[in-house]
């Protein structure tokens, strides 16, 4: 199948072909059909798998056919967890509707607000937003959705671990009614299964793979190691693989921070996005990954849907997250597309439970890599002591006859400690 038989408008075909798009992906082909008829849906799909064109391609289409209920008003609203995903999102619908007269703009908290209050005076048709920024414009009178039709919950389960699934309860008291939504998820927890009981009328169910399964495309891989090694892993593997691009996750921001640190002071051009980055800093170290300049990007999980290339070869785990749906949302940053990808993970001792939470998540063992040079000292099997009774041969390495370990000052007499 290609698109040509989704029933598109011309414009989008030919904005798809200039993308490079032939064919859609299995998410998008059992969606979109449904959605340009108007129907609500619940979507179920492993990322990577192309659900951003799956919602924006038959948005553009309903909203270039069909009059706006009310003219100058929001006409689709996109809320998605993060800023890195809003900002992705917001590009996706600037490549697919490029031959419309459609405009779109995109909102996320962290920077100021001048720029996107200036933006949404210019009556943008469709908004991509994070719940906080929002809110905030909402309260503030800049932003009306009383007139929405089309409503698009991405990354429902992100936004339920992150703690946002409040704040989307709170944007959804300023809908109208009558709409048409969407909602877009890789697992689905049973707070996001009644939540969308409450919001989706007579959805179509559209699961394209089971719940946190990861693409089949994807080489995965665990190497065994001590916390202390692994940055000496990283740097070995990275330089022997000739790794052109690859993203590092790791648990905390200041283990980020560390790693490129110790890569780029070991000749690994290297760059830090998280928490604690400024939203200009984050977006300048995005797109120099995307352009080259830089060959490893460093993240906390804030990034893990938040990264969509489709040349990126490896996903290294650093740390491997307590979270074992968050393995899944991270190596979906590789093989995507349709490309292969390389997914490797570090594994310390007080990880293995991880290790195996994570492989009964995603039902199948993760393949152990045993050869390389910084293995875990629980995997180096050392040679047994052994025994001897010689008293003598005992006394001379200094051990009694029982084997323990005694002081032992051969000809050497002993210091007094007391005062004569």
């Known amino acids: ?47 990577g798998t192309g659900k951003t064109a799956a919602f924006a391609l038959p948005t553009i289409e309903i909203l270039s056919k069909n009059k706006p209920v009310k003219r100058n008003a ?70 009306d959705l009383s007139h929405l039709e089309i409503f698009i919950l991405d990354e429902a389960d ?56 990861t693409v089949e495309k994807i080489n995965q891989t665990v190497y065994h190691t001590d916390k202390g090694n692994k940055n000496h892993l990283l740097l070995h593997l990275l330089k022997e693989m000739d790794v052109p691009m690859s993203l590092v996750f790791t648990r905390t921001k200041h283990g980020a921070d560390k790693v490129v640190r110790f890569l780029n002071k070991s000749g690994i051009s290297s760059a830090a ?48 997250p307590n979270v074992s749906e968050s393995y899944v949302h991270r ?10 990808g390389i997914a490797i993970a570090f594994c310390s001792a007080a990880e293995k439970v991880d290790l195996k939470n994570i492989e009964k998540l995603i039902g199948k063992k993760i393949s152990v890599i045993g050869n390389h040079p910084y293995p875990s000292v629980e995997d180096v099997v050392e040679p047994a002591p052994q025994k001897h009774q010689n008293s003598n041969h005992n006394r001379k390495n200094g051990r009694s006859n029982d084997g323990k370990r005694r002081k032992f000052y051969g000809n050497k007499k002993r210091r007094s400690t007391s005062k004569v």
Do not use: W
């Open 158 to 213: 992100r936004m339920l671990d992150m703690g946002f699934i409040h704040d989307v309860k709170r944007v959804i008291k300023f809908l109208p009614q009558k709409r048409q939504t969407l909602l877009f998820s890789a697992t689905m927890p049973d707070e996001i299964k009644k939540l969308s009981s409450t919001i989706l009328y007579q959805p179509v169910k559209v699961e394209v793979s089971p719940p946190a399964t």
């Open 331 to 340: 190596i979906g940053r590789t093989g995507r597309a349709g490309n292969d």
């Open 273 to 320: 996005i998280h928490g604690n980055k400024s939203q200009n800093a984050r977006q300048k170290a995005l797109n120099q990954f995307k352009d080259g300049k830089i060959k490893t990007l460093i993240a906390t999980d804030i990034a893990a849907r938040g990264i969509d290339i489709d040349d990126l070869t490896h996903v290294f785990n650093f740390d491997l």
């Open 74 to 143: 929001i006409r689709t609203l996109i809320l998605t967890p993060t800023r890195e995903l809003a900002i992705q999102i917001d590009e996706s619908f600037a490549i697919y509707s490029k031959y419309t007269s459609l405009k779109h703009t995109v909102i996320f908290g962290g920077v100021s607000q001048n720029a996107q209050t200036t933006a949404l005076k210019k009556s943008p048709e469709i908004l991509t937003a994070t719940p906080g920024r929002l809110l905030d414009l909402i309260g503030q009178g800049f932003i």
């Open 1 to 47: 199948m290609n698109f040509n038989n989704l029933q598109l408008s011309e414009h989008i075909l030919r904005a798809l072909n200039d993308a490079g798009y032939q064919h859609p992906t299995p998410i998008q082909e059992k969606a979109i059909p449904p959605l340009v008829q108007g129907k609500d849906i619940i979507a179920c799909a492993q990322t």
